[in-house]
């Protein structure tokens, strides 16, 4: 038997099986292959070489002025070719080129930055979440992902670097913050292998690194409730940090309470404020919800309002903010420190 690639002169059967498909014997694999027998329409003279391969018959290509032999085959309407001076070899080069244009990106997305395809990722395929969560994912792109690798184009992202992202993260921020961050990193990446804008998922494989302790909530200590209390009986933020410490409410429970509230010596707790957004949401559980009671001590400093009024509004006006009641919180903490070197001042005298 000769050599799969080999040259031969075809007999009067064989070219005859070409010419004719009534003579064409099937294939041992019980298939006919589209491209393995030449088309009948396809001119067989006496003089026509073909050659073998796997059992197949092909029409050997005619050489180009240039000395090449070529060959022509079409991807998603794409027409390509691969030429070779020896045509027995057009086969293994088409191979080749299939599997090469495989592991390419599409034409047009060879330019598309991180931070392109992350801002379109997150404008399409974020659209079926909160817009708590959707503002969490833009916060983790701008401060995180985007300073690093922002402008890097997305064909160059590597695993390692992803990793590494990861890595530097859990050095410094809490767990949660880090698995939010590994999630986007796998949505994102693996929509983008999907849109074919690469073709290999850099993110698949990413592991949770081992995190930093998280921090431990305590209790103040009565020095620091002494100071506390002084602080409260001059600073605007006063009422509200005794409020805070005597019913032992979340700070994003405090802004959405009204007068309505105030319901025979208890405060009603059941909705809270939403920090990326600044809107208003029931509480996170069933639990959250409840009836919390008011001391006499902080019910007689309480302000008198309507039903309908916040309790504890900005300064101007209006439903406080987190970002409002952050900055008296910081305020309030240097004053404190005023009041601790006041009273440390007045024991050494």
Request: glycine share 6%.
């Amino acid at each position: 038997m000769s050599h799969p690639h080999s040259v031969q002169r075809c007999s009067r059967i064989e070219k005859s099986a070409i010419k004719n498909p009534a003579h064409r014997r099937q294939p041992a694999d019980g298939t006919w292959g589209t491209d393995k027998l030449a088309h009948p329409s396809v001119p067989l003279f006496y003089h026509t070489y073909l050659w073998k391969e796997r059992g197949y018959f092909y029409a050997k290509t005619q050489k180009g002025a240039d000395g090449y032999y070529r060959r022509y085959f079409r991807i998603d309407g794409i027409e390509y070719s691969v030429r070779s001076k020896d045509f027995r070899t057009l086969a293994d080069k088409e191979r080749k080129k299939r599997e090469q244009l495989a592991n390419k990106a599409k034409p047009g997305t060879e330019s598309v930055t991180v931070q392109a395809w992350g801002d379109s990722w997150r404008e399409v395929y974020t659209t079926n979440l909160r817009k708590a969560s959707q503002e969490r994912i833009r916060g983790l792109q701008q401060n995180y992902l985007y300073p690093l690798y922002g402008a890097v184009k997305i064909t160059a992202v590597k695993r390692i670097h992803l990793q590494s992202l990861l890595n530097d993260m859990a050095k410094t921020l809490a767990k949660d913050t880090v698995k939010h961050m590994m999630q986007m990193l796998i949505a994102m990446f693996t929509a983008a292998v999907e849109d074919d804008i690469i073709s290999k998922n850099p993110a698949a494989g990413l592991t949770m690194p081992v995190c930093r302790p998280p921090s431990t909530h305590r209790a103040i200590t009565e020095r620091e409730r002494v100071i506390l209390l002084e602080t409260a009986k001059t600073h605007p933020m006063g009422i509200l940090v005794q409020f805070l410490l005597y019913t032992g409410l979340r700070p994003g429970e405090i802004p959405p309470l009204t007068g309505a509230d105030l319901v025979g010596g208890y405060v009603r707790v059941n909705k809270a404020l939403e920090a990326r957004t600044n809107e208003i949401k029931e509480t996170k559980s069933k639990a959250g919800s409840r009836m919390v009671p008011i001391i006499p001590r902080l019910s007689a400093i309480l302000p008198d309002i309507r039903p309908n009024q916040y309790l504890f509004p900005q300064p101007r006006g209006g439903l406080m903010t987190k970002t409002v009641m952050r900055r008296m919180w910081h305020s309030f903490v240097l004053a404190m420190n005023e009041t601790e070197a006041e009273l440390i001042g007045k024991k050494r005298s």
